[in-house]
């Protein structure tokens, strides 16, 4: 019998629109869903290549460690066992931590879909440590904390129907890498047809550097000096700025005094401004916002005060386009004539009227991600460039930089005692902890390590940290117990025999996995998961990061199964709420659930009741679009589009008075109580970032130590990949065999300068003496400095004698506290290597 589907695609987060047709219950066909407002009927390679993913070999039955020996390389020797068997023994081990003390129960997963059910499974098991997964290690720790603070969002996309002039750094949005690829992909086309101008920055030839306008290569990690050079030519040189936003929407105006903080009313407390049409401080709400001053120095009460944007001002003067050309390698005239284009294509002071209403015009926009925020000092990078779009008011406004999200029909931002903004708390759009206000800083009582962080907003590395140094952080326990699904850590992380230690070091490891890899292989227990195609995923496209920003639709989807998993098999956050009752801890699940969800009236939960999987999903929509639009209706639907999006969600900060910061003054209490708590624990951390305006510092690798270590590795993303999870699928992988993705990309000029020629087998070897191998591919898109490393590639796991061709980058790096962002937990990708020829060896068919 045939039937097709509406549901939603997970080969990587975005959740595009997909149709599946079924015979007799296997799906034997996958197209685009034209009616979804954000994918419109089109799938990438990934989507298509879901059949071949669910076709794959997969774990049927749960597997038991036999083998104690837990290694790379090793074969755990699985004995397969009954699902009741397994239950059991995931039951005794949870309830006996449970008992002794709920932290030692850690959960590393990036199922960001199944997450608004997974956390209050949490919460009432008591454990708060859970862990976004590997990804956070290269995601964008630096990226999504600085969003928060300037724009409420988690991230952002450029407004492509409105922008002219588009810089993209450290990112390949638009180009089936990042945010939203469907909508931002054929967005971005548009856009270009019509005239947009597109700048890439980045060390390597991507796809985004190979179709732009221009191409600009950069010295690894240089990015921050790149901006704060572009910020001199704007404020001092140029000034192109737009004073009026300034002024009315950040805190550029506000007083700060010779410690760097605040000059504040001493009955109010609020930060003074100093108004120019009077000659007088005042507080920052009173008086008319074109009297603020935003140049000058000042005295208030015996006090030598400035603005914060003279400070701005000062600080990037040192930044010039001269000694920044020598850090970045990029010319200092292109560096001024960057600036002085983008400045120019803001068109600052510029109005245009958008569905009868007249907004501010700023289409210009700088985009970054993952390279800007991959290194030591992450957060002060992203700053730098965010200043970028803020300083010409390019933000929340047509043709500028947007955020996604972060105001909509059910939830609001905020605004401090300060004027500051606050991104919002409600339940749909929340992610993580914020980054303004800094929270309490006190010894770490988990190991996210987030109490030493508290202007950060992701976990990062520091539970690997923590795993491997204990003692250095004053924990009173490990993990006894790690539930591990969708991350691998082993892979996705830095080399493996570090991460391999720490996995060692806890006693009982159980994934959920629907194939092997290889952080199963060190698992004691693998218990089978569902794959997407056989899950219920209520409302997966959470806004803040699912729907596209700007105008247009609110929409919401369901992950609906199209087929029945093997026996036995479920969604493995339903495994773990089948144990709620064994674990005693069903009636406060569902009380937390209750609150959590928002549950009210007839969709509450009865803590004494029992409700399967399907009744506790269905309560969650019919609370949140009524009884009429509940399971039922998605399953036959698909999809569920709410309405338009008024001009004030679209376009908010227009429409909201909170301001943002280009100063970022909370960071220098932020740091005298980390230095205080950090001092008393007697633990070397450096708090030399919590600085309240951004500088370039090198990278630990930057600076080069031997003659021989000539090149920086630099990974980049590949739009038919995500992660290492696609590294096994026969119709991805036959792509990147063609196209030379498992290769290593060497610079043609040095390539030949080392004697190397296409077909090379050679050895890359970091200065921490971490080797991986491949194939030399000699090309011209490269920064001279670079050998260029595509994707997640490397694999092995030997107990299903599974091997991929290709290096595998993260194997190159160190996991050290000195080479991770203390304000962030981002850790550093920026290492320096050389290439090692092996003698009369070339590889097959070369």
């Known amino acids: 019998m045939e039937k097709w589907f509406r549901t939603s695609c997970y080969m990587c987060h975005y959740c595009c629109g997909m149709l599946v047709r079924t015979i007799d219950g296997r799906p034997v066909e996958i197209v685009g869903d034209p009616e979804n407002p954000m994918s419109q009927g089109r799938l990438c390679a990934k989507g298509h290549a879901a059949l071949a993913s669910y076709y794959q070999p997969r774990v049927r039955k749960p597997l038991l460690r036999t ?3 837990k290694a790379i390389g090793v074969d755990p020797q699985w004995r397969e066992i009954e699902f009741d068997e397994a239950r059991d023994l995931l039951l005794q081990k949870l309830t006996k931590v449970r008992a002794d003390n709920p932290k030692k129960l850690a959960i590393i997963n990036f199922d960001l879909h199944a997450s608004r059910l997974l956390q209050p499974w949490i919460a009432t098991f008591g454990t708060p440590n859970a862990f976004p997964g590997a ?3 290269f995601c964008g720790p630096g990226v999504h904390a600085v969003l928060h603070m300037t724009q409420g969002a988690f991230v952002t996309l450029p407004d492509y129907p409105y922008c002219n002039y588009l810089i993209l750094i450290g990112t390949q949005v638009g180009f089936g890498g990042n945010i939203l690829p469907l909508y931002a992909s054929p967005a971005l086309a548009e856009a270009r047809a019509r005239g947009m101008k597109l700048v890439v920055v980045d060390p390597g030839g991507s796809n985004a550097a190979g179709l732009a306008d221009e191409w600009v290569p950069i010295r690894p990690g240089t990015d921050a000096a790149l901006a704060l050079a572009m910020l001199n030519v704007l404020l001092n040189d140029r000034q192109l ?13 506000y007083l700060v005094g010779p410690g760097g903080q605040y000059v504040r009313d001493p009955d109010t407390g609020k930060p003074l401004v100093w108004d120019e049409h009077n000659g007088r401080p005042i507080c920052y709400d009173q008086g008319p916002p074109e009297a603020y001053a935003l140049s000058g120095s000042y005295e208030v009460k015996g006090i030598l005060c400035q603005p914060s944007f003279q400070r701005l001002r000062d600080h990037v003067r040192s930044y010039t386009p001269e000694q920044v050309a020598e850090v970045t390698t990029i010319p200092a005239k292109t560096i001024r004539r960057i600036a002085e284009e983008f400045g120019e294509a803001a068109r600052i002071g ?3 009227r958008v569905e009868g209403v007249s907004l501010p015009y700023r289409p210009a926009c700088v985009q970054f991600f993952r390279g800007v925020s991959q290194h030591r000092h992450s957060m002060l990078n992203c700053i730098a460039v965010q200043l970028l779009n803020i300083v010409v008011g390019a933000i929340d ?14 939830w609001e931002m905020g605004e401090d005692a300060d004027g500051m903004l606050l991104s ?26 987030l109490d030493l962080m508290p202007v950060s907003g992701s976990v990062g590395a520091a539970f690997v940290e923590a795993l491997l140094h204990p003692e250095k952080f004053r924990l009173d326990y490990l993990p006894e117990v790690l539930i591990n699904c969708r991350s691998n850590i082993m892979k996705n992380s830095t080399n493996p025999e570090e991460i391999a230690v720490a996995l060692r070091r806890i006693p009982f490891l159980v994934c959920f996995a629907f194939e092997l890899n290889e952080t199963t292989e060190f698992a004691d227990l693998v218990i089978p998961d569902a794959h997407f195609l056989e899950r219920l995923d209520v409302i997966p496209n959470k806004p803040n990061n699912f729907i596209p920003p700007g105008l247009g639709e609110w929409f919401w989807v369901v992950r609906q199964p199209v087929a029945a998993p093997p026996p036995g098999v479920k969604h493995w956050v339903e495994f773990l709420y089948d144990l709620a009752g064994p674990l005693e801890i069903k009636e406060d699940l569902y009380s937390v659930l209750n609150a959590y969800l928002h549950l009210e009236n007839q969709f509450r939960l009865d803590p004494k009741s029992d409700y399967s999987w399907e009744e506790i999903n269905n309560a969650y929509l019919m609370s949140l679009f009524g009884p009429d639009h509940g399971l039922t209706y998605f399953k036959e639907q698909g999809l569920y589009i709410s309405g338009k999006k008024r001009i004030e969600e679209a376009y908010p900060l227009s429409f909201f008075k909170a301001r943002i910061p280009i100063y970022f003054e909370h960071f220098i209490e932020a740091g005298r109580l980390v230095r205080d708590v950090t001092s008393k624990m007697g633990l070397e951390w450096d708090v030399a970032d919590y600085q309240p305006l951004p500088d370039w510092t090198p990278c630990p690798s930057f600076r080069k130590t031997s003659p021989e270590y000539d090149l920086f590795a630099v990974n980049f993303k590949l739009p038919y990949h995500t992660f290492s999870r696609t590294a096994d699928n026969p119709w991805l992988m036959e792509i990147s065999e063609r196209g030379g993705d498992l290769d290593l990309w060497i610079p043609a000029e040095a390539g030949q300068r080392k004697g190397l020629t296409d077909g090379d087998l050679v050895w890359i070897e970091s200065e921490f003496g971490f080797r991986v191998r491949g194939k030399v591919r000699l090309v011209q898109g490269l920064h001279p400095e670079v050998v260029g490393i595509p994707g997640g590639f490397g694999r092995r796991v030997s107990s ?3 091997k991929n061709r290709g ?4 194997g190159l790096l160190p996991h050290r506290l000195d080479r991770m962002d203390t304000l962030t937990g981002a850790l550093d990708a920026c290492v320096r290597i050389r290439v090692i020829k092996e003698e009369h060896s070339r590889a097959p068919g070369s």
């Open 135 to 137: 990804a956070q290690y």
């Open 350 to 352: 510029a109005t245009i």
């Open 241 to 253: 700025y737009d004073a009026n936003f300034l002024r009315l929407r950040t805190n550029a105006p």
């Open 800 to 802: 299903i004698s599974k």
């Open 807 to 810: 290096p595998d980058f993260n």
């Open 67 to 69: 083998n104690p020996n």
């Open 424 to 449: 919002s708390q409600e339940f749909t759009v929340k992610t993580g902890p914020e980054s303004y206000p800094a929270r309490p800083v006190r010894a770490p009582e988990s190991l996210t390590l």
């Open 397 to 410: 406004v047509p043709g500028g930089s947007l955020g996604v999200n972060p105001r909509g029909p059910w």
